[in-house]
């Protein structure tokens, strides 16, 4: 099942769509009809994108706005609901990498990266989650990482956000389930994006491509009603780097 081409295209909101595994998500699901909604706090490839996606005739809106600002979220949210009062599916795929020591780690480090790597998905989902109860079922589906599952060295910020926005995910699962609205958590492993600038030490060419973690939500964007997929992990073939 898919975005529905022939018919009434479902609403997917993308959020991160400027970035790596944002981006191939966005033209992934537009290759399947999905009618998307794009979220990014940087204008300019934002709009880029959007109209790469409409000169190739698929439905795309963008929506420039922080994760971090709870009334602009509400005030795009309330936009949406004017055009497409009913939301199928929302791909949170933003996140920000920080690799350093604990003591190289201030608190302006770690608090950005809790804001954008966690605090940022509730305050979508929150902005949002009215729109998805209109849609007969709908799914949330939360780009984590295995730095959720595995805690790595000189990365003490991301893997606290990490694992809490997994616990976030399942604890949707827990509460939002009996509404039909289903949460997946991808837990991927090292994806080949500008977000490894940060660490230039690793080796990005036996990382993930953004394109197969896209091809991942995909699969579970196409899933029927009657199927949840609670979490999936994806890693390179090398393994963990």
């Not at 295995?146 to 990490?162: R, V």
Request: glycine residues 8%; negative net charge.
């Amino acid at each position: 099942m898919g975005g529905g081409r022939g018919d009434a295209p479902r609403s997917v909101l993308v959020v991160g769509a400027c970035g790596g595994i944002g981006r191939a998500t966005a033209l992934a699901l537009a290759r399947e009809g999905y009618r998307l909604v794009l979220l990014d706090s940087r204008a300019a490839p934002l709009e880029h994108l959007a109209a790469i996606l409409s000169a190739d005739g698929s439905a795309a809106v963008a929506h420039v706005a922080s994760l971090t600002d709870s009334q602009r979220l509400q005030d795009v949210a309330a936009t949406v609901r004017d055009t497409d009062p009913r939301l199928y599916a929302i791909v949170n795929a933003a996140g920000i990498f920080h690799y350093a020591s604990i003591e190289e780690t201030g608190a302006d480090d770690w608090r950005k990266v809790i804001e954008a790597d966690l605090t940022g998905v509730f305050l979508v989902i929150r902005a949002f989650l009215d729109l998805l109860r209109e849609s007969e079922y709908a799914r949330i589906v939360n780009v984590v990482s295995t730095a959720s599952k595995t805690a790595f060295s000189h990365q003490t910020a991301y893997t606290a956000a990490k694992w809490g926005a997994l616990g976030l995910s399942h604890a949707l699962n827990a509460e939002l389930r009996a509404s039909r609205i289903y949460t997946t958590a991808i837990c991927p492993g090292a994806v080949n994006t500008a977000l490894w600038e940060a660490a230039p030490q690793f080796d990005r060419t036996a990382m993930l491509r953004p394109e197969a973690v896209a091809e991942t939500i995909a699969f579970v964007l196409r899933q029927p009603g009657d199927v949840v997929i609670d979490e999936i992990v994806i890693t390179p073939s090398r393994g963990t780097l």
